[in-house]
Structure formats: structure tokens, C-alpha cells
């Protein structure tokens, strides 16, 4: 059993999609299945064996490794997962997604993205790339009747494919210099090359690798994908791969990136530097002309990629832990944000354009109160989440005398809030005409109470969360 | 604990407000909102003079003092207190507070519950901001407020509200981000010179910096301070801000939120970096003499009540950014005394002209003429409001501004020359509004004008009751803040001994004959401190 371990939580998710899956075979036509609920329980009993793993640091077959760092990202994981499903189980129905494909499709992503998580491989961490984009990219199409969403599925698939192979053409080249794929392996050899200029092939396979996460988390100037994805994908879906892809795509950056590859830092921070800088201004500056609000988030979380790549530029404790708060943070109100959008959408009418937003607060005071406060916490507002997160990634830049680059950071999150405002100036301070909007089920109910309670809780006691995300970060050297 | 239970009580009132407000727009509630509302501030108010009451004069410590570990990893701690300088400040806002409330009774009917609870919000923020001494905690207060300040402008404001809404925030972040760098620097800085990273501001005091971090610091602190001051040429905000803002906001925005400017300048960027504050202060003072003039100049031709009000803040708060520039007693008390004064008098002010905008939907001033003769009652507060922001002696306003010339002419006479044109150009501006609203004929449209009402008489008689004893008992006033005054200046000036000439303290009203609390500092020749040694290494 004992080698089995470090892969509880990920096959828990994969049971539960296989539950789905079977469950949709059993399927009489029209009868309503809680799948759901299935995912809910794997989700639940991988975040339950995540905290009993907690310090146990398991290890499966020598590429899955479960340590804090692992299983920090997996709580974050099961708590995007454990919203999408609550916020997804009336959606569904509404916008008649096909169900089994929808919540089989969305755990196995999340088990890829676990499994990105804890791999110390760079092969199983192309893997479980490959696991959750390929569930990602059927995802984004899943409306198989609208042709925004196969064109923005194409797109994503085409570039996609695109940065794997990048990626996996990185590996090549790291396997060349190390004669293995293993993360220790190459972290071992490129530290004893000694300290004179490395060689081509081991800068080729940083770039390599360097270009596939950027896509991944969709940084400039790998970042044109995402504002179609985003806008043409479902908006469930939208929530679900903005905050579930960025958070694993980042965990695996920063266990390539701080570990094995930190011995050629000198090379790839000034690189990965001037991205930093691009995405955030690139982001923000792009989001402000924006009145889509899906293609509005995208944006945002393509500034988003740049807040978070500062705390790997940082190489740093305090960065690598700022990145998982970050994530954290970043999940609950972005999810938060869409999940709201998706919950006042219909078939009919998608009600993600700005002028949708027009008297939100009169006809629905509590959900225009709530999409305030995720705003406010993307924007980066004390008391909530997004405040102590930003602070904390610039904490990290400042600390490493990277001052110009917390100044952009902090620049561009002023511009970010302009944007944010928008949607507030719409629902507040603009008349609408009425529009027919559906009303919140029970479960998006819940949902959107553990969102908001996230947000106020990291922003207002994050302490806790702060020890545990530094504490996630000692295997991580 | 008390300083803690004032900031929360707010919260709570809003919380209540809310929630008991119904469902929807209920009009049949906001009676009882209204009641929640008022009864909140006003027992919020009570705390504060409560808290006036308990607290000792002769320190010049902070006093109340709370402190909870927050962050423990990185030093960030619930950290509060009062001394002398916040004191009067969290009594004003408590005091503002009912006022700005009653003021919207009439002029609010939009979503009473959400005004209600903005405004009860703002109030905690802004407290929270003069209680923290944790940088971190001050930055969370400070930017934090903005939030219901937005709100309050956005929807409850005039035509251009959106507009104005959205710059406020937009121009008052952009500074205050800045600072968040800085405060962050510093705590990294701290780190480095004693292994752990704090943000206790008592703790950041015994900081030694190089001389180029301590002038970047300086200056990204500077830049979030003027913006909300406003000093020239960083005011544009303010017109569009206050012209917009529901009365309510303009109370509050005039009364105290401008006044968290220029304390940030004496609680956080003079003492933090006191080398970078003497090399810059001739600047800030320069920006703040050509504030003066040119607030006063604009304001003369302004045809709006409020603009003309708004530049008015300009002018005034220009003063106290030169006392606090000539950081000796005189200065500093006369600006810590005008920052109290002027969020009365123009308190007062932008309640009068609310007043004036409810009965007749505008604010121009040729609208008006010959009131006199139609609200007498009105016009003879309006009279002492308007003569208390002259600075009539008497008054509250004169003391700050007499105090404030004094000390700034012992540092650079050339510069106080210019700004007490300021007061002569005050007298010019409100005086000529006055005479225009108030005498004349009387036009048709204001033939029906009402006089005050009870609850208008509520606002109006604390508010000159305020402004008198200012002007009368300015002791009690200066009293209390003295020692911290003292000391924040020592702890500045302690690097220059040149300056120390202007810091023999011989404010103007006191005859109580107390030890003098300056004994013992180094005259002017004498060798550098340890401190400034340590700062040139």
C-alpha cells in the first residue's frame, strides 16, 4: 500500500469522474442525475487526505511526490473544484450542457492538475499537462451547437498543442544534458556543471520549458489564446480553467523552476522579468478596453500570470510562498466573479456584456453587493483577499530589491481597478432595463457564502494560511 | 479595549443599518434606519469625548495602547493607540459623523440603509487610520476607506458623480500604492539590519537608511500624503470630488478625510525619515504657499457654492502643510490646531451650502441674493460659520493660522510673507460670496426661502458652539497635544542641530508656567547628535 500513498488524492478525483462517467451510461434519457454530488465526495475525500497527509512528505514510484508543496496546491484544487461543482449543478441543466461529459471531464482535469502538482518528473508533469488540457479543450467546446465555442476550442487546442510541444521538446534537451527526466536528476547535474558559462543545450531546454508554462498560464507574449478561450468557453468553464490550469500550470512552474533549474537563475530571470512586466501592463492596460466582462477577467487574468510570475522571479521563500497564498486568493474571487456571471446567464442570453450589469443592484441587491466584494479583492482592496495576496508577491519582489518591478505591479493594479470599477459603475450608479434574470439555486447559494467567506477570511486573519503556505515550501529547495 | 470597541462600533451600526433596512427599497423602514444610524455615530461620539476624558495630557506616549500579534511571520501586529496629535482628530470625526447623518435627513431618500451604512463604514476607517501605529494596519485603514467614500460619491452625488467618483479613487490610489512599496521597503530594510521584518512605526524609528532609500521613501510617502492633502499642483481631484459628493460626503471629505494627508506627514513621513524631511521641506512649503495663493485666487472667481468652498480647503490646508514644514512648536501646533479648525468651519460651510442646495437644487451663486431679509436665522449662522473660515479672531480658524504664520516666519519669513496674503484673500473671497448670496435685493425665486428648521438648528449650534470655544479656550485644544507635538518635533529636528534655535517652545497662550518640555537639547553649534551620526556613516 505504502507506495501507493502520495496518489490517494488524485485517484480519488479519478474515481469520482469515472463515477460520473458510469453514472451517464446508467443514464435514462431525461432523468436527472446528482453527478455533482459525485464530484463533491471526491473532492471532499481528496481535500480530507490532503490534510491527513499534511507533513507525511509520501512518495509514489519515484515521480509523484505529496509533499506540503503538493498538497497545499491540491487543497486550492478541491476548493476550485468544490465551487465549480456547486455553482455548475444547476448550470448545467439550464444551458443543457451534457452532463456525464461536463463532470467527467472537469475531474479528470482536476486530477491532472493534482498530478502536476506533486510530479517530480518532467515526463508526468507532460502528462498530467496533457490530462487536464485535453479535458480543457473539450471543456471550452463543450456547447457543441455555437460556433464561438468550437472556434475558441480550435484556437486553444492549436496553440496548445503547440506549447506541449515546445515543453516536451524542453524535456528532450534537459534528458540530454542530465541523462534523465527526473527533477533531482537534472537539478543534481546542471549544479555541478560548475559555475562558467552553462551550455547551449541546457539554456535551450530552460527556454523550452520556459515557453510551455507561459503558455500554460498564459503570460505575454503566449498569452493570445486566452481572451478567446475565456469569451467562447461556457462561463462556468471559464471560472473553472482561469483559476484550476493557472493554479497547477504555477505549481509546476515553480517546482521546475525553483529546484533543478535555480542553478541557471542568472540566465532566466531577466527573461522571465521583462514577462512579468509585459503581462502585467499588457493585461491591464488591454482589460480596460474591454466590455465583455468574460474577455474583461481574461484579461485580468492574464495581469493576474504577471502578479504571480514576480513571486518566481523572486526566488525566494517569501516568493514561493506568496505564489501559493496568491493562488488561493486569486481562486475564491475569481471564481466568486464568474461564478456570478455564469449564475445571471441563460441559454438565451449569456449576460456577460457590461451594459448587462446596468441596475444589477436594484433588481438583486445581494448578488451586486457580493460581485463587489470579489471585484474589490481582485482589484486588491483591504479588507479581502486580493489585498493580502498582492501584498504579499510584492513583498517578495521588494525583498529581492526588485523595486521597479513591485512598482509596475502596483501601477498596473491601480489601472486594473479602473476596470474592476466598471462593472461596479454599472450595477450601481447606472440605470438598467429590466432583464429577465434566473434565480440562485440553493447550491450556488453555498458556493457563493464560501467564496465570500474565503475572501474575508484571507483578508482578514490570513495568518494561518500564510504559516501554511510557508510551511509548503520546504521541500521545494 | 476602547479604542478598538470605537472603531468596531461603526461596523456594527452599519451591519444593523443594514440588515434592518428589509429587503428592497422599504421606505417604511428608513425611520428606523435613520434612528440606528444616528444613535450609532452619536454613541460613537460619546466614546470619543469619553476617550478625551480619560485621556492624560502630560504624555507624550501613545496612551490605550492594543497590541495583538496578526501576522506573526511578518511582524505585522494589531497595533493601536492615541497621543495628543490623533486624539482631537477621532473626536472630530466622531463629532462630523452625526452631522454629516443629519444633514442627509431631508436630501438622502435613495437606499437610506446603504447611505447609512457607508457612512458608519467610512467612520470606522477613518478612525481606524489615526488609532494604527502598525504601518500595515494603517495602510489597510487607509486604503480601505476609499471603498465607502466611492460609493457615497458614485451614488448619492450630482450629475458628473461617476466621473468624480472614479477619479477620487483612481487619483488617491495611485499615490497610496506608492507608499505600500515604501512601507514594504521599509519593513525589508528593518529585516535587514535586525533579522526580522516589522511594520511597529515605534520600531521603524530606530531605522537607519541609506540617504537615497530615506529621499525615495520619503518622496513615495510625500506623493500618497499631498494627493489626499491636496497640495498644488496634486488638488484636481478635490473640485470634482466635492462638487459632486452628496453633502454628506463633502463633510466628511473636507472635515477629515483631507486631514489624513497631513497627519500622515506628521505621524509617518517627517518622523520616519526626518533627514529626507528637512532636505524636502523647503519644497513642501514652497507647494503649499503657492497652494495658498493660488486655492485663494481660483476660489474668488468660482461661481459654484461648493467649488469655491473646495479651493477654499485648498488654500486652507495649504497653511497647514507650512506650519508642519517649519516643524518647531508653533508651527506645528498652530497646523495640528487649523486641521481641527478647518474641519469645522468648512464643515460647517458645505452644511450651510447643503442647506442652501436642498431648498433651491443649486449651488451657483448668482442664483442667490438678498437672504437676509427672507431667513435671517439662516444668514446670521451662515455669518459665523463664513467668518470662522476667514479666521476672524475669536474664532477657531484665527488661532491655527496666527500659531502656524508665527512658526513658519521664524523659518523662512520670506515664504510666510506670501502665504499671509492667503488670509487677506480669504476675507476677499468668502466675504464676497457672502455678500452676494446673502445681500441685495431679493430675487423672486428666493422669496419663498425657508429659515432653519429644528433639525437644521440641530447641525448648526454645535457646529458655532465648536467654532467659539476653539476660538476663545484654544488651551484645551493645545493642551493635550503639546507633548506629542514636542515630541514628534524632537524626533525630527534631533539630526539638525541648526534648526534647534527655532524649537525653544514659547507658544503664545500659555501662562500655565509648566516645565518647559524641551530642557536639555543641544544648542545651535554644538556637534551633530548620535543620531545624525548614524545617519551619515
Given amino acids: ?477 | 479595549m476602547l479604542l478598538s470597541l470605537i472603531v468596531l462600533l461603526p461596523v456594527v451600526g452599519a451591519v444593523l443599518a443594514l440588515v434592518a433596512g428589509g429587503r428592497g427599497e422599504r421606505p417604511d423602514r428608513e425611520p428606523l434606519v435613520r434612528a440606528i444610524a444616528l444613535g450609532t455615530s452619536l454613541v460613537v461620539f460619546a466614546a470619543t469625548l469619553f476617550l478625551w476624558w480619560r485621556f492624560d495630557p502630560a504624555l507624550a506616549d501613545y496612551q490605550f495602547v492594543e497590541k495583538r500579534a496578526w501576522m506573526p511571520a511578518f511582524g505585522i501586529e494589531y497595533h493601536v493607540g492615541v497621543d495628543g496629535i490623533s486624539l482631537l482628530l477621532i473626536v472630530l470625526t466622531g463629532f462630523l459623523t452625526p452631522l454629516a447623518l443629519l444633514s442627509s435627513w431631508e436630501s438622502v431618500h435613495k437606499s437610506v440603509k446603504a447611505f447609512s451604512f457607508f457612512v458608519l463604514g467610512l467612520e470606522a476607517a477613518m478612525i481606524g487610520v489615526f488609532v494604527s501605529i502598525d504601518l500595515f494596519l494603517f495602510y489597510v485603514f487607509w486604503d480601505a476607506m476609499l471603498i465607502p467614500m466611492y460609493f457615497l460619491i458614485g451614488i448619492w452625488g450630482y450629475e458628473r458623480r461617476v466621473y468624480a467618483a472614479v477619479k477620487f479613487i483612481l487619483y488617491t490610489m495611485a499615490g497610496s500604492v506608492l507608499m505600500l512599496v515604501a512601507i514594504i521597503g521599509l519593513a525589508w530594510a528593518y529585516k535587514e539590519a535586525n533579522g526580522a521584518p516589522t511594520f511597529n512605526l515605534l520600531a521603524l524609528h530606530g531605522l537607519t537608511l541609506t540617504d537615497q532609500m530615506e529621499s525615495w521613501f520619503f518622496l513615495a510617502f510625500t506623493l500618497a500624503f499631498a494627493i489626499k492633502v491636496p497640495l498644488f499642483p496634486f488638488h484636481t481631484w478635490l473640485p470634482d470630488a466635492h462638487v459632486e459628493a452628496p453633502t454628506a460626503g463633502s463633510v466628511i471629505l473636507a472635515g477629515v478625510l483631507l486631514k489624513m494627508g497631513t497627519y500622515g506627514l506628521l505621524r509617518f513621513a517627517f518622523p520616519l525619515f526626518p533627514g529626507a524631511a528637512s532636505s524636502f521641506a523647503p519644497v513642501l512649503a514652497f507647494l503649499a504657499v503657492v497652494g495658498i495663493v493660488y486655492g485663494a485666487l481660483v476660489a474668488m472667481v468660482q461661481p459654484d457654492l461648493k467649488k469655491l468652498v473646495a479651493y477654499s480647503s485648498v488654500s486652507h490646508l495649504g497653511f497647514v502643510v507650512l506650519g508642519l514644514s517649519a516643524m518647531n512648536v508653533q508651527g506645528v501646533q498652530g497646523a495640528v490646531y487649523q486641521m481641527l479648525a478647518h474641519g469645522v468651519s468648512t464643515g460647517g460651510l458645505f452644511l450651510i451650502v447643503g442647506m442652501l442646495s436642498d431648498r433651491r437644487h443649486t449651488r451657483l451663486i448668482s442664483e442667490f441674493g438678498g437672504l437676509k431679509g427672507v431667513a435671517p436665522r439662516f444668514v446670521a449662522a451662515f455669518l459665523l460659520v463664513t467668518l470662522s473660515s476667514i479666521a476672524l479672531p475669536g474664532l477657531n480658524g484665527f488661532v491655527g493660522e496666527f500659531l502656524i504664520l508665527v512658526g513658519a516666519f521664524r523659518w523662512s519669513p520670506r515664504l510666510t510673507v506670501i502665504a499671509a496674503t492667503g488670509v487677506i484673500l480669504s476675507a476677499v473671497y468668502m466675504l464676497w460670496m457672502f455678500q452676494r448670496v446673502n445681500y441685495g435685493p431679493v430675487t423672486e425665486k428666493n422669496r419663498d426661502m425657508k429659515d432653519l428648521t429644528p433639525r437644521e438648528w440641530a447641525v448648526l449650534v454645535p457646529t458655532i458652539a465648536i467654532a467659539i470655544l476653539m476660538g476663545v479656550a484654544p488651551g484645551l485644544f493645545l493642551k493635550p497635544m503639546e507633548p506629542s507635538v514636542v515630541k514628534v518635533i524632537d524626533r525630527v529636528n534631533g539630526s539638525q542641530p541648526a534648526r534647534v534655535e527655532n524649537r525653544e517652545p514659547r507658544p503664545f497662550d500659555r501662562a500655565q508656567g509648566r516645565p518647559e518640555p524641551v530642557e536639555g537639547r543641544p544648542a545651535a553649534g554644538e556637534p551633530p547628535t548620535a543620531n545624525s551620526e548614524q545617519r551619515v556613516r
Avoid at chain 1, 497527509?53 to 476548493?79: E, K, Y
Avoid at chain 1, 439550464?94 to 482536476?110: K, Q, V
Avoid at chain 1, 544534458?177 to 562558467?196: F, H, N, P, V
Avoid at chain 1, 481562486?331 to 466573479?337: D, E, P, R
Fill in chain 1, 1 to 477: 500500500m505504502t507506495p501507493y500513498i502520495a496518489i490517494i488524492p488524485i485517484v480519488a478525483v479519478m474515481l469520482s469522474a469515472c463515477a460520473s462517467m458510469i453514472a451517464e451510461a446508467l443514464r435514462h434519457p431525461g432523468e436527472r442525475m446528482p453527478m455533482a454530488f459525485f464530484g463533491l465526495i471526491g473532492l471532499v475525500g481528496a481535500a480530507v487526505a490532503s490534510v491527513l497527509m499534511w507533513d507525511a512528505d509520501a512518495q509514489s514510484f519515484g515521480v509523484v511526490r505529496s509533499d506540503n508543496f503538493a498538497l497545499f496546491i491540491n487543497i486550492v484544487l478541491c476548493v476550485v473544484g468544490v465551487l465549480t461543482m456547486l455553482f455548475s449543478d444547476e448550470i448545467v441543466e439550464r444551458e443543457n450542457l451534457p452532463s456525464g461529459e461536463y463532470y467527467a471531464l472537469t475531474l479528470f482535469a482536476i486530477s491532472g492538475m493534482m498530478l502536476m502538482a506533486a510530479a517530480t518528473d518532467l515526463l508526468v508533469i507532460f502528462l498530467a499537462l496533457e490530462i487536464l488540457s485535453l479535458s480543457v479543450y473539450v471543456l471550452t467546446g463543450i456547447r457543441r451547437a455555437s460556433a464561438a465555442g468550437a472556434e475558441a476550442a480550435f484556437k486553444y487546442f492549436l496553440l496548445g498543442a503547440f506549447s506541449s510541444a515546445f515543453f516536451l521538446y524542453g524535456v528532450a534537451f534537459a534528458f540530454a544534458i542530465s541523462g534523465s527526466t527526473r527533477l533531482d536528476e537534472i537539478g543534481k547535474a546542471l549544479s555541478s556543471a560548475g559555475t562558467g558559462a552553462p551550455e547551449t543545450m541546457a539554456l535551450l531546454a530552460v527556454g523550452l520549458l520556459a515557453v510551455g508554462f507561459a503558455f500554460k498560464v498564459s503570460a505575454v507574449p503566449f498569452h493570445m489564446w486566452t481572451p478567446d478561450a475565456y469569451e467562447g468557453a461556457p462561463t462556468i468553464v471559464t471560472a473553472f480553467m482561469s483559476t484550476g490550469v493557472k493554479a497547477a500550470a504555477f505549481a509546476a512552474f515553480v517546482r521546475v523552476f525553483l529546484a533543478p533549474l535555480e542553478p541557471l537563475k542568472d540566465q532566466w530571470i531577466p527573461v522571465l522579468t521583462v514577462i512579468a512586466a509585459a503581462t502585467m501592463i499588457l493585461g491591464t492596460v488591454v482589460g480596460v478596453v474591454q466590455t465583455n466582462i468574460k474577455r474583461m477577467l481574461a484579461y485580468s487574468s492574464i495581469a493576474h500570470a504577471g502578479y504571480l510570475l514576480l513571486g518566481i522571479v523572486a526566488t525566494t521563500d517569501t516568493g514561493k510562498a506568496a505564489v501559493l497564498f496568491y493562488l488561493l486568493a486569486y481562486a475564491v474571487s475569481n471564481l466568486g466573479a464568474l461564478g456570478i456571471v455564469a449564475l445571471l446567464g441563460t441559454s438565451q442570453h449569456p449576460h456577460d456584456e457590461l451594459r448587462d450589469f446596468a441596475g444589477l443592484w436594484r433588481s438583486r441587491p445581494g448578488l451586486a453587493g457580493l460581485m463587489t466584494v470579489f471585484l474589490l479583492s481582485l482589484g486588491g482592496f483591504p479588507p479581502l483577499a486580493g489585498f493580502i495576496g498582492k501584498w504579499y508577491i510584492f513583498s517578495a519582489a521588494v525583498e529581492r530589491g526588485h523595486y521597479w518591478l513591485a512598482i509596475i505591479g502596483v501601477l498596473t493594479s491601480v489601472v486594473s481597478v479602473f476596470f474592476y470599477l466598471r462593472i461596479v459603475v454599472m450595477m450601481y450608479m447606472t440605470e438598467g432595463t429590466e432583464i429577465a434574470r434566473p434565480r440562485v439555486p440553493l447550491a450556488a447559494a453555498a458556493a457563493l457564502a464560501l467564496a465570500t467567506a474565503g475572501v474575508f477570511y484571507l483578508g482578514i486573519l490570513p495568518a494561518r494560511i500564510i504559516d501554511l503556505a510557508r510551511a509548503s515550501i520546504a521541500t521545494i529547495l
